[in-house]
T-cell receptor, first 112, second 114 residues
Framework: GDSVTQMEGPVTLSEEAFLTINCTYT??????LFWYVQYPGEGLQLLLK?????DKGSNKGFEATYRKETTSFHLEKGSVQVSDSAVYFC???????????FGEGTQLTVNP | DAMVIQNPRYQVTQFGKPVTLSCSQT?????MYWYQQKSSQAPKLLFH???????NEADTPDNFQSRRPNTSFCFLDIRSPGLGDAAMYLC?????????????FGPGTRLLVL
């Protein structure tokens, strides 16, 4: 079945550092890819998405490019802020329906 | 603002005592989902409704049931909660079915079982 693998956390960075969180996937068909963010005690918020190969999703300084050749959707941000501290989930929207398959999540902590 | 609302945010129940969690949406979306998220884990889909059609995940325990009386509301019933059912329960909606459809999540209800 479809699956998503995220880099293990936790990740700790200093403010203004560059962020990369790796995400790779295994899927049949033509999935869509998503990054969701979860702040402590809250639900998931959509950060960005890409629906086909070579699409780039971007939002709030975060970017990710749907790479079919490497089956990846890595999340990047050039300069993180303390307010970016949260758990980040990579997710795959299966072509067979509406099920989202999530990665295990990566805890990011940004220190001042 | 259109949104997904979950009540209550925190729910405490006793072992074996039935409990109901509620979700409402003002997005007028066709699909509503219930996820279970245990501590430091990814959300796990329990079931979803497409309009009035109920779709249960194969590994969802029989202890979990759901009702969707109308487009706006969806309920999660846990008939006999066990200690292992303590988790965050997330409701989500999407406009339609399909890989590219975005799911919009509520803030979650954290369930504690004593």
């Amino acid at each position: 079945g479809d699956s998503v693998t995220q880099m293990e956390g936790p990740v700790t960075l200093s403010e203004e550092a560059f962020l990369t969180i790796n995400c790779t996937y295994t899927a049949t068909g033509y999935p869509s890819l998503f990054w969701y963010v979860q702040y402590p005690g809250e639900g998931l918020q959509l950060l960005l998405k890409a629906t086909k190969a070579d699409d780039k999703g971007s939002n709030k300084g975060f970017e990710a490019t749907y790479r079919k050749e490497t089956t990846s959707f890595h999340l990047e941000k050039g300069s993180v802020q303390v307010s970016d501290s949260a758990v980040y989930f990579c997710a795959l929207g299966e072509t067979s329906g509406s099920r989202l398959t999530f990665g295990e999540g990566t805890q990011l902590t940004v220190n001042p | 603002d259109a949104m997904v609302i979950q009540n209550p945010r925190y729910q405490v129940t006793q072992f074996g005592k039935p409990v109901t969690l509620s979700c409402s949406q003002t997005l007028n979306h066709n699909v509503m989902y219930w996820y279970q998220q245990k501590s430091s884990q990814a959300p796990k889909l329990l079931f979803h409704y497409y309009d009035k059609d109920f779709n249960n995940e194969a590994d969802t325990p029989d202890n979990f049931q759901s009702r969707r009386p109308n487009t706006s509301f969806c309920f999660l019933d846990i008939r006999s909660p066990g200690l292992g059912d303590a988790a965050m329960y997330l409701c989500a909606t999407s406009r339609d079915m399909g890989a590219q459809e975005t799911q919009y999540f509520g803030p979650g209800t954290r369930l504690l079982v004593l």
